[in-house]
């Protein structure tokens, strides 16, 4: 598959702007843990790679195990999510799937029980620039690093 786009020389004013987003999220106060997590998962949901390919990486790279990794597309199945990590999954795919999905006050109640209202905010937003990222990669075709390694190999 070849790239469309390179979304970063075609529009760099408005990607720096993304950057500048994504760089406050990572640095918001969330676990670093918990924004790996939930990138992945938003990530699968919306058939990303790339992304799927980086945020694990980074996870692993940050002490994350393969098994827990593996498991995030099943998070609820398995027993290895804590409470807060479960309502961080759950959220994230309302979140990711608003189109025809209410996120009804059981949700967010859910999301609050292990969130205050500024994490959630923050959470949120981590949400939200994944899901722009994906927007971007997915569309224009990403160099996805694996290719680059097996073209290389």
């Given at each position: 598959?070849?790239?469309?786009?390179?979304?970063?020389?075609?529009?760099?004013?408005?990607?720096?702007?993304v950057r500048a987003l994504n760089t406050a999220v990572n640095e918001c106060g969330l676990?670093?843990?918990?924004?790996?997590?939930?990138?992945?998962?938003?990530?699968?949901?919306?058939?990303?790679?790339?992304?799927?390919?980086?945020?694990?990486?980074?996870?692993?790279?940050?002490?994350?195990?393969?098994?827990?990794?593996?498991?995030?597309?099943?998070?609820?199945?398995?027993?290895?999510?804590?409470?807060?990590?479960?309502?961080?999954?759950?959220?994230?795919?309302?979140?990711?799937?608003?189109?025809?999905?209410?996120?009804?006050?059981?949700?967010?109640?859910?999301?609050?029980?292990?969130?205050?209202?500024?994490?959630?905010?923050?959470?949120?937003?981590?949400?939200?620039?994944?899901?722009?990222?994906?927007?971007?990669?997915?569309?224009?075709?990403?160099?996805?690093?694996?290719?680059?390694?097996?073209?290389?190999?």
């Amino acid at each position: 598959m070849q790239p469309r786009l390179n979304f970063y020389q075609a529009s760099p004013e408005i990607i720096n702007s993304v950057r500048a987003l994504n760089t406050a999220v990572n640095e918001c106060g969330l676990e670093k843990e918990l924004l790996h997590l939930v990138k992945l998962r938003a990530s699968q949901i919306n058939g990303c790679s790339y992304c799927v390919d980086m945020h694990s990486r980074e996870a692993r790279e940050d002490g994350e195990s393969e098994q827990r990794l593996l498991l995030v597309a099943a998070w609820q199945e398995s027993p290895l999510f804590t409470e807060r990590e479960r309502a961080a999954l759950s959220w994230t795919e309302k979140l990711t799937r608003l189109a025809g999905n209410m996120v009804e006050d059981e949700d967010f109640d859910q999301a609050r029980a292990y969130f205050s209202d500024d994490e959630l905010v923050k959470l949120s937003v981590a949400i939200g620039i994944i899901n722009v990222w994906n927007r971007l990669c997915v569309p224009f075709r990403s160099i996805h690093p694996v290719k680059e390694l097996a073209q290389t190999g």
